[in-house]
């Protein structure tokens, strides 16, 4: 009887043992493109996996250190967490940036679970040689920093004086040409990268007897919300915000002086009645205006009064760009 229990208990155990999956493994190639960290040359041991770059999470926080977007890096073997801490300073614990030999290694999928800021994120994560190795954009959405590819030059530009976007909102940013006209009669075109209110998630409706302009909330999830009244304020009021990279504002006419290179241009939000008394918030039909030329200005200097004073975008972005600085963010 016990050798017969002991023959089955041997047969599940091998059964057991040939229906647990096996951990696929990845081809990862070495990258070949020059990195560049802040304008610095980085010799990073990074990979292509899938058609996406990998790099070691310690060489990131390492580099990253000391600049405004570094983060710490923590792992708990018992419970097979790594822990990632926003604006605090890295621990060097040895081994980063080390040289490799530049083979094709396999790179294997792991299960550990990734914390930020305590919070669990779900990120693809690989195993090489011991050492976990992430999506470089992954990095960069989660931290914000800027992350840039030149393929004509092969290079990888990784800037923490800017925010992060992805590939695909990179490409949605596009200039434009817009028209305004002052109370003086002066004509005033502004030739910017603006991007498309579909990148938001705005809200139509009022609130408390004002028009709700745009929806947003804090790092507590707290809403954050502009508005403004619309039988009052009337057409044309908009709240810029900087975000998206490479922006040069140009303005013709009597405010020529204000024109300014922006290291990010205006993202604005419009807001105008419809016929049916409801605010509609989005570029597109304050684009069909400026389609046709110009959009009236009340007030020459008063952007709650018809609101395209260049003094006021000008204060007004870099008040903004100060809220998000300080931790809001828009929803995405």
């Not at 605090?88 to 792991?110: C, F, H, K, M, N």
């Not at 994560?125 to 999506?135: G, R, T």
Request: charge should be negative; hydrophobic fraction near 35%; glycine fraction near 8%.
């Amino acid at each position: 009887m016990k050798k017969m229990i002991c023959k089955i208990l041997s047969a599940v155990m091998i059964l057991s043992t040939m229906m647990v999956p096996s951990v696929s493994a990845d081809e990862a190639v070495p990258t070949a493109s020059t990195v560049l960290v802040n304008g610095e040359d980085i010799k990073f041991d990074s990979y292509n996996i899938n058609g996406n770059n990998y790099f070691k999470l310690r060489d990131l926080a390492y580099v990253l250190n000391a600049t405004e977007k570094q983060f710490s890096v923590g792992y708990d073997e018992v419970m097979n967490t790594v822990s990632l801490t926003s604006s605090q300073p890295y621990t060097i614990v040895g081994g980063e940036l080390e040289s490799v030999d530049g083979d094709v290694v396999e790179a294997t999928a792991t299960n550990s679970s990734i914390l930020k800021n305590g919070e669990e994120v779900n990120l693809q994560v690989y195993l090489i040689n011991d050492s976990n190795y992430f999506k470089l954009r992954d990095i960069g959405k989660l931290f914000d920093f800027g992350i840039d590819w030149n393929g004509e030059k092969n290079i990888i530009s990784i800037d923490t004086s800017k925010n992060y976007i992805s590939e695909n909102e990179g490409d949605k940013v596009i200039e434009s040409t817009y028209y305004s006209q002052y109370q003086s009669g002066d004509k005033v075109e502004i030739k910017g990268k603006l991007l498309s209110i579909e990148e938001y998630r705005g809200e139509n409706g009022s609130w408390d007897n004002a028009t709700l302009l745009g929806h947003f909330k804090d790092n507590n999830d707290n809403d954050w919300i502009t508005y403004l009244n619309e039988d009052e304020y009337g057409i044309g009021h908009k709240s810029d915000f900087e975000k998206y990279v490479g922006a040069n504002v140009t303005i013709s006419g009597t405010y020529e002086g204000y024109s300014k290179k922006f290291e990010k241009p205006f993202i604005s939000l419009y807001t105008m009645k419809s016929d049916s008394n409801i605010t509609i918030n989005g570029i597109r039909k304050v684009e069909e205006l400026l389609a046709n030329g110009q959009i009236p200005i009340e007030n020459e200097f008063d952007p709650y009064m018809g609101g395209m004073s260049i003094e006021w975008i000008l204060k007004s972005v870099k008040h903004y760009l100060e809220c998000i600085k300080s931790g809001y963010e828009i929803l995405e």
